[in-house]
Each structure stands twice: as C-alpha cells, then as structure tokens.
C-alpha cells in the first residue's frame, strides 16, 4: 500500500530564510506527487506537482520541489520564506488517471521575524 | 471561473443528530472527491464519484456515512447518526475525467465537530 511520511509535524523557520520540507513516499508504481498548502481559513491550494520529465519542479509562490527516486524524496525548498508562507504543508502521492491521493499527515511551518 | 465550493464552512451538532455536508464542484468537472481530516491525522480519501456514479468508496469509514451526487453535479455526504470520531475536517475536491495527467482541485473544507 502506499503511504506518505513527512517527519516533521512543525518546523520554525526565521523570515528570510531557507526552506525545505521533507517528504518520503512508498508506492507501487511511477508516483505522481503534489505538494499542497492550506493557509489558516483556507482550503488546500496545489503548490507544485511532478508527473514526469524534469525531477526539479517549480510551483506558485516561489517553492520548488526535487523528486529523487533513489531516495523515494519529494522535498520542498524555498531559498527566502516569507511571514505570508506560515501554513500547513502536505505532500501527497496518487496514481495516473485519477486523483485518490494518498497524503502526508502534515508540517506546520511556523515563520519568526 | 468559481472554484470548489462547501457548504457550510462549519458545524457543531450533537452526538446522535444528523449533519449534511454540501460540495459543490467545479463546472464540468466529472471527478468529484470527499476527503475527511480528523484532528492530528492525515487527510484520508473517502469517496470518489465519476459523474453520478461512485466510482470508489473504500474509505468511507461505516454505514453512517452516505454520500450522494444527484444529476452528477453537487454532492451531500450525510451522517447519521453522528458521533464523537467523526468530528475533523471534510474535504472536496475535483477534477477533470480522462488523460493520464489530472489535477484535483480542493474547497475549503467543512470542519465538523460532534459534542
């Protein structure tokens, strides 16, 4: 069956600081991952996601995401957070075809000034 | 173009009352998701419909729960009757049917709390 780890539950970061968010999945088959965040009051808003070709992914608001299939890694980098970027992050992975997502329990990120 | 909506954004209900949730997809979208997020947990699938047909519903979690999409438009997921673990956040999501490549699109969630 596949799962979704993301090992940190919160992380604090200064502003203006570096950012990466871990995540490592399990899955049968060629995963199709996405990273989703969902700010306070808000629903979940798709960040990036990776299907095929370049293992290095951009998304919206500046992250990026690196998909490492030796290390079944999907991690989120963001080189300057931004106070406007303290949510909850989930990664998820899901099959080609449908969109049956299995998610990540969460990381909260927390941005100090 | 409006995007996934749900209705309402939130609900506190006794234990043994019965609560309708409301999802309202994007238009022209066949795929319509529920996902529920209980407190300290991962998001986890419930049901997926294909148009008006449930395609898959192996996550819902027992008979209380039943889900509904008339004329393959909106969806209600009901609960019936409630109690105190069904309390969390339920999602929507959907997207287009076909190609290997899709996209779900989420609402806000409706957070539901069960006294």
């Known amino acids: 069956a596949q799962s979704v780890t993301q090992p940190d539950i919160h992380i604090t970061v200064s502003e203006g600081a570096s950012l990466e968010l871990r995540c490592n999945y399990s899955?049968?088959?060629?995963?199709?991952l996405f990273w989703y965040v969902q700010s306070p009051g808000q629903g979940l808003q798709l960040l990036l996601k990776?299907?095929?070709?370049?293992?290095l992914v951009q998304g919206i608001k500046g992250f990026e995401a690196e998909f490492k299939r030796s290390q079944s890694s999907f991690n989120l980098r963001k080189p300057s957070v931004h106070w406007s970027d303290a949510a909850e992050y989930f990664c998820?992975?899901?099959?080609?075809?449908?969109?049956?997502?299995?998610f990540g329990k969460g990381t909260m990120l927390l941005v100090s000034p | 173009e409006a995007g996934v909506t749900q209705f309402p954004s939130h609900s506190v209900i006794e234990k043994g009352q019965t609560v309708t949730l409301r999802c309202d997809p994007i238009s022209g979208h066949d795929n319509l998701y529920w996902y529920r997020r209980v407190m300290g947990k991962e998001i986890k699938f419930l049901l997926h419909f294909v148009k008006e047909s449930k395609q898959d519903e192996s996550g819902m979690p027992n008979n209380r729960f039943l889900a509904e999409r008339t004329g393959g438009t909106y969806s209600t997921l009901k609960v019936q009757p409630a109690e105190l673990e069904d309390s969390g956040v339920y999602f929507c999501a959907s997207s287009h049917l076909g190609g290997l490549v899709t996209e779900a699109f989420f609402g806000q969630g409706t957070r539901l709390t069960v006294v």
């Open positions: 998820a992975v899901g099959p080609a075809g449908y969109s049956t997502l299995t």
């Open positions: 899955y049968g088959a060629t995963p199709y």
């Open positions: 990776y299907f095929s070709g370049d293992t």
